[in-house]
């Protein structure tokens, strides 16, 4: 899937652990595409990035503190900045009830750790190659 680079898109990466973000982050650079890159360790923080800027990505973990990432897939309500479909739910676990309930949201994709950087990107120009511009 070819993706034009000049459009710049921004991304959230929403994990409370670091070494998880930097990696996210690092795939995010390699990639080309991405203006701003975002960090939120904990939902609250998430909270307030989710409603100031508009992002073509939100990389989201569900176990954070504060409020989870399962909290913020509440928050993505018609008319609000942002979208589900640019939700890519990254988790250390993800057993079947709670994919059916993330399903049963509305959030179609997800990735469990550990992947490698091939997987992330093309799970990621997925997300991407269905938005309008």
């Known amino acids: 899937m070819a993706l034009d680079k000049k459009i710049q898109r921004d991304v959230l990466i929403c994990d409370d652990d670091k070494g998880i973000c930097e990696i996210l982050k690092e795939y995010c650079v390699n990639m080309g595409c991405f203006k701003n890159i975002v960090v ?3 939902g609250i923080t998430a909270t307030q990035k989710l409603r100031n800027q508009k992002f073509a990505l939100v990389l989201l973990d569900i176990s954070m ?3 989870t990432g399962f909290d913020l897939i509440g928050e993505f309500v018609p008319g609000s900045l942002n979208v589900k479909e640019n939700i890519l739910i990254v988790s250390g676990t993800l057993e079947k009830d709670l994919i059916a309930k993330i399903i049963q949201n509305k ?16 799970k990621v120009l997925k997300i991407l190659s269905t938005q309008k511009v």
């Open 40 to 42: 939120a360790h904990d």
């Open 107 to 122: 959030v179609t994709n997800f990735m469990v750790k550990p992947f490698d950087e091939t997987q992330f990107q093309e």
């Open 65 to 67: 503190p504060k409020k």
